[in-house]
């Protein structure tokens, strides 16, 4: 057996230890509901802020995220900003979730909106959210860890066999622990995640020959249309420049978009899309399982939007566009390669990418090998962990005990709540392993059905004139505008016989985006028509408690349009289609070293630019404008045990 494979075998085994450690622990000191489902509302400012950041920037970040790089070019590295707006949805909903828990007692999100809207439909549908968004998302990334495996192993053991025998061990820290294990473990994962992006990023840079020869690389594919997408219409190389505003005939029986896919109106609903990821119910959990909002803001800041972008923005960079010089893209490697030591990935096979740049190092440590998979492992594991655990308590909450069982007791709520999460664990195996189409399929619908929380979210955190009936049929709206704007609608429709005329992601715009539109339409109609005397009433006492508690002081009040004006700026021209400047301001894409102002591809410099003013927007709302500061009055719990509210 080769020693990579050994130290690899060695590395997952202590993973595993830990994990089952925390496991072992969590189910000993979780002696209520409350500590199992959201931790005894205890957990440590530094273990929120790695274990948030875990949850939020998955193995797709360390996988996926680098093939798509390689695969569209920097016009999809516009996605790297994810970055700032995951935690963007955070800094607008996280504490007020927490505030509102910490008063009435809530354990799920489902408990909030169902006691905010006075009614039973928007509970449901935040499960049924919950469930679309775990079990697919959850296949994705037990998928790609077997997948991981077949590679690094050199198909020893299979993607199967590695699939399955690696979610054992999540189910059983997740199913025994409850959250307390999931955010300890998500601790040392948020450690590996950023380390091994790091390490892969700098074997990129060595191979590549450093920052200069990456640079004259890109400077040569500059001067072509060589690649997946060839030229924009304004004639620059499609890898160094996204393809305008927005494409009015893409989707609608144009497959390939002239100049790619990434227009500016495609950023910005992508972006969209990954907002989910905060807005997701398992996230209201998170905020519940907190002592104080402490640890909001400097997960938003300086975890997130710093810490991960610095890392995405030089290091992902690297891999997903170096790889085209690396052997990667054969005809690039003909015209501007470096080196030929990655395979040819043309084929749609951008997901091997990650594996093919660890092997690299095989022959020469091959105990990093194994650290490095780990590493991509924890990764992958991060996410699903949460959505797990939080999804599991979801359904004994807001299902078994408010239908079933409403007087159940800690010990069956517990127990429930195992069952709950082994059901989405192999749900999830089961999809993954028979149904790989429908994975991909279901997979596309997860971020963007988590966006479609916006609506009700903002209802019960900042706009009190949302009605019940206009959330929840703004979120049934929201969901089928997704699912058919997506793969997965289009092939529902093709089995009635169907032919959409649309297609997936017509006019270039997400379907998070059109689902979002549908929503916030129906949404603004039906409030319209349902404002009633008592139902506003009941809807202020919980607006009057937050305004109680957070508002602004005088000095401070000025500062509201400036955030407006600052936050708008940034989505408009940072992820939107202003985004479009970008192309050419610091020097179009055929100048060259010699002609870009910052020595680098103009688009890249403008994402470089963009990342430091997001930071500085958030800094700015979550510390000066106090989004994500703790509320200066104390929060008083109005029941005596708020883990177990009846």
Not at 416 to 444: E, K
Request: aromatic share 14%; with cysteine; glycine share 12%.
């Amino acid at each position: 057996m080769e020693a990579k494979i050994v130290w690899l075998f060695v590395f997952v085994a202590l993973y595993w230890a830990y994990c089952i450690f925390w496991g072992v622990r969590g189910a000993l000191t979780s002696k209520t509901a409350s500590d199992y489902f959201i931790a005894g509302r205890r957990l440590s400012i530094w273990v929120f802020v790695l274990a948030a950041t875990a949850t939020s920037f998955s193995g797709w970040t360390f996988m996926g995220h680098p093939g798509l790089i390689y695969r569209d070019g920097f016009q999809y590295a516009y996605a790297s900003f994810y970055a700032i707006t995951i935690p963007f949805t955070g800094v607008i909903f996280l504490k007020r979730q927490w505030m509102l828990g910490k008063r009435f007692g809530y354990v799920t999100p489902g408990e909030m909106l169902s006691d905010y809207f006075q009614g039973d439909m928007i509970r449901i549908l935040v499960v049924i959210v919950a469930l679309l968004f775990s079990i697919p998302y959850l296949g994705v990334q037990l998928g790609a860890s077997g997948f991981l495996f077949n590679v690094l192993t050199d198909d020893l053991v299979s993607r199967g066999v590695g699939m399955w025998v690696l979610s054992a061990v999540v189910l059983i820290y997740v199913a025994s622990g409850g959250l307390r294990a999931v955010a300890y473990v998500d601790t040392l994962q948020c450690i590996l995640l950023a380390f091994g992006i790091v390490s892969i990023g700098f074997i990129a840079y060595s191979q590549l020959g450093g920052w200069g020869s990456f640079n004259d690389a890109m400077a040569t594919l500059g001067k072509t249309d060589i690649g997946k997408w060839g030229a924009t219409q304004d004639g620059h190389n499609a890898y160094l420049a996204i393809p305008g505003v927005i494409q009015f005939t893409a989707g609608l029986g144009v497959e390939t978009p002239i100049g790619g896919l990434w227009t500016g109106i495609m950023v910005l609903t992508y972006m969209f899309a990954l907002m989910g990821i905060q807005s997701a119910p398992a996230f209201s959990m998170w905020s519940f399982a907190n002592t104080d909002p402490t640890p909001f803001a400097p997960q938003q800041v300086w975890a997130s939007a710093f810490g991960i972008g610095l890392i995405l923005f030089f290091f992902t960079a690297a891999q997903g566009m170096g790889a085209h010089f690396l052997g990667a893209t054969p005809s690039v490697t003909e015209v501007a390669g470096i080196a030929n030591v990655i395979p040819d990935l043309t084929a749609n096979k951008q997901g091997g990418l990650i594996p093919h740049y660890i092997n690299l190092i095989g022959d020469t440590a091959p105990w990093f090998v194994g650290l490095l998979a780990v590493c991509a492992l924890a990764a992958m594991q991060s996410t699903g962990a949460a959505y797990m655990s939080t999804a599991g308590g979801m359904l004994t909450r807001d299902l078994y005990k408010r239908y079933i069982d409403p007087s159940a007791n800690h010990a069956t709520q517990k127990l429930f709540g195992r069952i709950g999460v082994a059901f989405i664990v192999i749900s999830a195996l089961l999809v993954a392993t028979y149904s790989q189409d429908a994975l991909v399929l279901l997979g596309g619908l997860a971020v963007a059905f988590g966006f479609q929380m916006w609506p009700s979210l903002a209802a019960v955190c900042w706009i009190p004139w949302i009605t019940r009936q206009g959330a929840s049929w703004g979120l049934v709206a929201g969901l089928l505008a997704v699912i058919f704007t997506e793969k997965f609608g289009m092939a529902i429709a093709g089995s009635m016989g169907v032919d959409l005329p649309w297609g997936r992601w017509p006019w270039t715009i997400h379907s998070a985006g059109w689902g979002i539109i549908f929503n916030v339409a129906v949404c603004t109609i039906i409030s319209a028509m349902t404002q009633t005397e008592n139902g506003t009433k009941h809807r202020m006492g919980y607006h009057n408690f937050l305004r109680k508690a957070t508002s602004l002081p005088a000095s401070k009040k000025s500062l509201v349009p400036v955030a407006w004006i600052v936050t708008l700026a940034w989505l408009f021209f940072g992820i939107g289609p202003g985004a479009v400047i970008g192309n050419t301001i610091f020097g179009a894409p055929n100048e060259g070293p010699g002609g870009w102002t910052f020595g680098i591809p103009s688009i890249w410099a403008w994402q470089i630019l963009f990342w430091i003013l997001g930071v500085g927007m958030m800094w700015f709302l979550a510390y000066k404008m106090e989004l994500s500061t703790p509320p200066k009055t104390k929060i008083e719990p109005l029941t005596d045990d708020i883990g177990d509210r009846n």
